[in-house]
C-alpha cells in the first residue's frame, strides 16, 4: 500500500514538457526541477504523444504548436486515453493574444502562458493545476542565520527554507502555534527585521521524521524588505540558468 502511494505521489509530481526552442524547454526544465518535480523534457509532438502514450504524467505543459499539431497531436492522443484524458494541460505560446488566451481557457486547458515564461508565473500555474494546497510564493532552500527574539544569547538558529511570506527556522527551542515573534536575517549584507507568527513547530519528539523547527509567516514587513526577499529568491531559483543574449 505504501508503495502504491508512494508511485501514485511520483506520477501526479512528474511533469512532461513539451516545447520546441530549446531555451525555453531548459528554463523551464531547470526551474520546475528546482521547484521539486520530476521533469521530462521533450522538443517534438511526436516524442510528445509516444510518452502520454506509454508514461502518464501529472502534468503536461506543451508549446501551443506542438500540442496542436496536425500530423502528431498530443492532445488527441491525450483525448483518446482513459487516464490521460485527465492529465491537465499547460499552453506555452510563442504569441499570444487575449482572445486567443480566453479561447484556450475555455476549451478546458489548466492554463495558458506567454513567452519568454517568468519564473513566478510557471509556478504559479504548476501549483493550481496539481497541488491539492498551491503556493503563491515560491520557496527555496536557504541557510541563513536568523535571531528570533527572546532566543537563549549563543543559540544558533537558521531559516532553511524562505518565501516572500515567510521561512522555516532549523532551532531547538521552538515555540506553539500563534506565537508571535520579532525575527530578523541578513540577506545581502542588509538585516531584515519582520514581526512573524508562528504556524507549526517541531520538536524532540518529531525528530527524526521532521526537522526540528518552526514554520512562520511574516505578518509585519516592510515594503523594502519584502522587494528584496522577493530578488534574492529570483536570483537563488534562477541561479546557473543560462540567460537569452
Known amino acids: 500500500m505504501a508503495n502504491d502511494r508512494k508511485t501514485k505521489e511520483k506520477q501526479t509530481r512528474t511533469i512532461l514538457v513539451a516545447i520546441g526552442d530549446a531555451y525555453e524547454r531548459n528554463y523551464a526544465s531547470m526551474l520546475l526541477q528546482r521547484f521539486g518535480y520530476h521533469v521530462y523534457a521533450i522538443h517534438t509532438a511526436k516524442e510528445a504523444t509516444r510518452f502520454v502514450s506509454e508514461a502518464l504524467p501529472g502534468l503536461v505543459i506543451a508549446e501551443a504548436g506542438l500540442a496542436r499539431s496536425a500530423r502528431f497531436g498530443l492532445l488527441g492522443t491525450m483525448k483518446q486515453g482513459p487516464g490521460a484524458a485527465a492529465v491537465p494541460v499547460i499552453l506555452v505560446s510563442m504569441s499570444l493574444d487575449p482572445g486567443a488566451a480566453q479561447q484556450y481557457h475555455e476549451a478546458g486547458y489548466a492554463d495558458v502562458l506567454s513567452v519568454p515564461l517568468n519564473a513566478e508565473t510557471l509556478y504559479r500555474a504548476v501549483q493550481k493545476a496539481i497541488e491539492p494546497y498551491p503556493r503563491q510564493n515560491i520557496r527555496v532552500a536557504v541557510y541563513l542565520k536568523a535571531d528570533l527574539g527572546g532566543s537563549p544569547a549563543g543559540l544558533a538558529q537558521y531559516a532553511t527554507v524562505l518565501s516572500e511570506n515567510g521561512m522555516f527556522v532549523r532551532t531547538t527551542v521552538t515555540k506553539p502555534a500563534n506565537t508571535r515573534l520579532p525575527v530578523s536575517l541578513v540577506i ?5 527585521k519582520a514581526e512573524a507568527v508562528v504556524l507549526y513547530s517541531y520538536g524532540f519528539d ?19 524588505d519584502r522587494a528584496l526577499i522577493r530578488s534574492f529568491i529570483k536570483d537563488e531559483i534562477e541561479k546557473g540558468i543560462g540567460k537569452r543574449w
Open 206 to 224: 518529531d525528530y527524526p521524521l521532521k526537522e526540528m523547527g518552526m514554520g512562520m509567516s511574516f505578518v509585519k514587513i516592510n515594503s523594502e
Open 188 to 192: 545581502r549584507d542588509r538585516t531584515i
